[in-house]
Each structure stands twice: as C-alpha cells, then as structure tokens.
C-alpha cells in the first residue's frame, strides 16, 4: 500500500470547484450521502475510509490531482509534426483556470467553458504570433508554454501539426496519424505506404494492440464502486473484499505513478507486493538506477542499491558506482566493477510479475481464456508448465520516466501464433513475452519468439540486431552478483 498524505476538506472543496461540481455531483459519484460530503466540508466529521477513498477517487478520475498543498486539474494535450511529438501538460489551479482557456482556444473554441479544438492545426503566421502574445502574458503562471511555442517556433509557415487528446494508443494509430501528416504537408506526392504496410500489414491484420497511458492519471475499472470484484481472486465487494489500497498496474517502483486498477483487491495488491513484484524490481535494478527511474521514497524516489561489496545510485545527475572490488585494464581501457550479492530473487515470479501487469490492463472479456494463467500468476498452480522464454534486447526508444506495456491480442480464435504477446519497455531495455496458459492456445508457446509465423507477424523486432532469449523458469530463490564493465566510447 502506498503511504499517501491525508485528504482534507479544503482538497475536497477545491477539486470540487475545478470541476464545476456541487456537492450533490460529488456525492452521486461516489456514491455516498450528500452529507457526507457536507459535514466533511464544514469540518463536523471526516468520512469513514471506504467514503474518503471514493470521494478522492471520483475527483482524481475528473483530471484533478492531489498535493499536500492543495488541488489542481491537468490538461493534457499530444502535439504531433513530422519530425516531432510530445505531449504538452498544462496543471492549474481554480484561480488559473482562465489562463489555460486563453492557450486551448488558440486551436479552436472555449464556449461556456467547454474547448473544442481541432486536431488538425497549421502553423501559420498568425499561430505563431498568437503564441508569442500567449508567453508574454501568461508565461509567469503557465510556463509549459514555452514549450509550445517552441514546438509551433520550428514548423514552418503552413506546416500541418496534430493536436490530440492523447498519445496514439497503439501502433495502427500511430501509423494512422503519420499518414495523415504526410498526406497533408505533401498534398503532390503519392504517399508510399507499402513499405510500412509490409512491414506491419500482417501484424495489423492479425493482432489488436493496446498501450495504455502512463503519462497521467488513469484508472482501469470494469464495474461500479459498490459492484467491485477483483479481476484476479474474483471476490467481490458485496462477498466482503476489500478495495482500499492503491494498485498500480505497473509498480511504483518502476516508474508508475499513473495507471492505476480499480478492480485489484487489497488482498491480492498484498500478495502481489510481497511475493512476485520484488523479483521484478530486482530483476531491473541495474537498469533502474541507470536510468534515475524515480519511484517514492528517499533521493526522490530514485533506487539506492546496496551489495555486498558495494552499491549503486543515481543522484539525479549521473549514475554512480561505488565498490570494493574493480579493476582497470591498461591495454583496452575497459574497467571491470564486482558489486558482490545483491536484493534477493526468483525468476518464475519475475515471469509472473510481467503477465500481472498484462492481465492488469488487458480488457476485461479476454479474461474468461485466461482463467489458468491466473491460477498460475495469483497462486502458483500449474507450476510444472515450462514457460517460454522471455526476449530481451536493448534498442532506441524515447525516454520516459515510467515503464511501459504494450498488449498484442490475437484476433483469430485458433493459430499458432501466441494468443497474448505482452513487449514491456523500461528505457531503451525491451522484453518480449508470451502470456502462458491461455484456453486460445493449442500448443506450450516454447520457442514461440524463433516460430517462422511469428517472424513473420512481428517483423519490426527483425531491425533489432541482437536479442538474448532468458529462461524464466528456475522457482528457487538466487541472488544476482552484477559484474560492470565500464568500455570506452568508440571515437
């Protein structure tokens, strides 16, 4: 469970406010008394947890975010060209709600409140003089502006840009708007998609994709507060489960401090972080403290990781190793650094960590075909399955301060292709995974990632040069004792 500030009249009242909700609103969203929320306003009494955890839930599922200073709504909005994307956050409080509506109605309408914005902009003149207008006046209070000016700056005059809601859930999307933009900022050329088409037609054609947001606050919920029951134990809450704790669908640790799960248990949130999650996070430790991954806790939430003959950080500069035992090579410069045993491991439950969070975010109808999987994922049955192994490689990817999951669910009711492929990216560090036990498989999955079909639906991980294939299997607990080798950079 996440140890989180305690939410106060004020927060309730401000949320409110941003939201333009009376107390009659509130209530019947988060299905408690009026009162309820009344008598917390005016102080008489704090709501009982069950009521406190509603309340926070239904204002954070509005857009508005909690600070032990405060509330405020965010705006997200994913500025996309040619040669750029990335996504623009506005954060505001009830007192700069006005100055958000001056940026917003630059790409279109605010009437009564309401934005309308277009997603298809040009970078005209007069955009990039309204910008300018923008940062002069509002730049004190909305500093991501510059960055929108920026983004709009560097386009030229007449350029086409996408302003979305959201970052492109999945690959066919993606693809969707890039063809767009070519078509409208190259309306002479005959657009050449066949290249793409070869490249993903097949995987199109056979598999849907999903990614969910990591970016901003989302949670995944099937059912109602009051008809609650976990996707994994199938209790429910009128069966007397639980639902108090905060579930991340990825953890914390890794990033995640955005996608949530509603319907997750606090029973199995419990055994998930104390039995499978730790292994996963050890499993990624290195590359955690690599990449100044922030989670919660001390060193702002970046991982301190002790060994036995040393330990390594990240300072929110730079990553730092300090150990007992290296070791320089004069002839080729390379340093070697022993760091001895480190946080404890099982492997079976790093393969289980990873389709957790693949059945933490998967539609709720797929889960009737994956009945066993859960067995295996939440209790540990079926442990005589040999899992197949998990791809790994290091590739080019855009920084992101979260993992990521990207869920590829086969089409066809029966193939040899895997039902469920799970690619989960902390980084540049890539792991490819096939979801076991699934009633839509006919076969154990083994060597399913060097399967000629496969190779031929997934033909985008060909442009990865070297993958590793990591045996998952073994259930006994090891320790990992990382060896570093620090290699000059090529001139």
């Not at 009437?111 to 309308?116: D, F, H, I, K, Y």
């Not at 290091?394 to 066809?412: D, F, G, M, W």
Request: aromatic share 8%; net charge negative.
């Amino acid at each position: 469970m996440d140890v989180e500030f305690e939410l106060t009249a004020e927060h309730v009242r401000s949320g409110r406010a941003l939201l333009q909700w009376s107390q009659g609103d509130l209530a019947n969203n988060a299905e408690v008394a009026v009162s309820t929320i009344a008598d917390f306003e005016k102080g008489l009494r704090v709501p009982i947890a069950n009521n406190l955890t509603a309340i926070r839930e239904v204002l954070e599922e509005g857009g508005v975010r909690f600070t032990p200073g405060g509330s405020f709504l965010s705006v997200a909005l994913f500025l996309m060209s040619e040669g750029n994307s990335g996504e623009l956050v506005l954060q505001f409080t009830d007192k700069g709600a006005a100055a958000v509506q001056d940026v917003l109605s630059v790409f279109g309408e605010v009437v009564e409140g309401a934005v309308s914005i277009a997603a298809v902009q040009a970078a005209t003149p007069a955009l990039k003089k309204a910008l300018d207008d923008l940062v002069a006046t509002h730049a004190s209070t909305t500093p991501p502006i510059h960055r929108l000016k920026k983004f709009v700056s560097v386009l030229i005059d007449g350029e086409h840009f996408l302003v979305l809601p959201g970052r492109p859930a999945s690959t066919t999307e993606k693809l969707a708007c890039e063809e767009l933009l070519h078509r409208l900022n190259h309306p002479d050329e005959t657009v050449d998609t066949d290249g793409v088409r070869a490249l993903f037609g097949s995987l199109l054609n056979r598999y849907d994709m999903s990614s969910p947001r990591t970016d901003r606050h989302t949670v995944i919920r099937s059912r109602t507060r009051s008809e609650r029951q976990c996707r994994f134990c199938g209790m429910s809450k009128l069966e007397g489960a639980t639902f108090d704790k905060a579930a991340h669908a990825i953890p914390t640790a890794l990033g995640n401090d955005f996608l949530k799960l509603a319907d997750e248990c606090d029973e199995c949130n419990g055994y998930f972080g104390e039995v499978t999650e730790p292994s996963l996070i050890a499993f990624l430790d290195l590359q955690r403290a690599f990449l100044g991954i922030q989670g919660r806790g001390k060193n702002e939430g970046r991982p301190e990781l002790n060994f036995a003959e040393g330990k390594i950080f990240h300072d929110g500069k730079r990553f730092n190793i300090h150990s007992k035992h290296m070791s320089h090579d004069a002839g080729t410069d390379i340093i070697s650094v022993g760091l001895g045993k480190g946080s404890p491991i099982v492997l079976a439950d790093v393969y289980r960590a990873l389709v957790k969070i693949v059945l933490a975010v998967i539609d709720e109808e797929e889960l009737e075909h994956l009945s066993r999987t859960i067995e295996w994922m939440r209790y540990g049955k079926h442990a005589d399955q040999v899992l197949p192994a998990v791809a790994a490689a290091v590739v080019e990817l855009p920084p992101n301060p979260s993992a990521q999951i990207i869920v590829y669910r086969r089409k066809a009711e029966r193939s040899r292709l895997p039902h469920i492929i799970g690619e989960f990216r902390l980084g540049p560090y890539l792991y490819v995974f096939a979801v076991p036990l699934s009633d839509r498989d006919s076969w154990d999955l083994n060597g399913f990632f060097d399967d000629p079909e496969f190779r031929e639906t997934f033909k985008h991980y060909a442009s990865v040069t070297r993958w590793t294939q990591q045996d998952l299997n073994s259930r006994n607990k090891a320790w990992l004792s990382p060896q570093i080798k620090l290699v000059p950079r090529s001139k």
